[in-house]
Each structure stands twice: as C-alpha cells, then as structure tokens.
C-alpha cells in the first residue's frame, strides 16, 4: 500500500513540475503557453511515442482511438498527471 502511496505522490509531484514549467514558459513567451502530454512525450522520447501510436493504431478499434486517445494525448500535461496521481492517492489512502 505505501507504494502506492508513493506512486501517486511523484505522479502530483510531475504534475507541479509540468505546471510550474509551463506557468515558466508563459511568462517568458508573453502568453498562455499549455504543453499537451504528446507534446512532453515527444519531447521526452520521441521514438517510444511513435512506437505507441503505431501500436494504438493497430490494437484499438478506431471508434476508441480517435476519441478517446486523442482527448488524453491533447489534455495538458500537468493535468492528466495530477488527474492520475490524485486518484492513486484517494484509492490508497490510510483508513481508519
């Protein structure tokens, strides 16, 4: 269980590292700058996520691909991590 725990607060963590990067960028840029997650995954390592949307372009039905991948691999970074990590934490919460 505290690995989980543990899980679910380094997903928070990234998630404040993305949104401070790019409140960073925002204020560099002059405006509103939102890295999407395919964006931080490109940057990251390109070639493992090529090698996903192959994989996803094969294995899922188009009506779940389109959709659905797309809105994640849209949604901003910083916020699909913290979606994550939060609810990893609120599942493996101490209970009295």
Not at 10 to 32: P, R, Y
């Amino acid at each position: 269980m505290i690995v989980f725990r543990l899980i679910g607060l380094i997903f928070i963590a990234i998630a404040l590292m993305l949104l401070g990067a790019d409140g960073i960028q925002t204020l560099e840029s002059g405006e509103v700058s939102i890295r999407s997650l395919s964006e931080v995954w490109t940057l990251l390592h390109p070639s493992s996520m090529e090698s996903f949307m192959a994989w996803s372009g094969e294995t899922l039905p188009p009506a779940a691909q389109d959709p659905v991948l797309s809105t994640i691999m849209g949604a901003p970074s910083w916020a699909t991590f913290g979606v994550i990590g939060i609810i990893i934490a609120l599942l493996f919460r101490r209970r009295d």
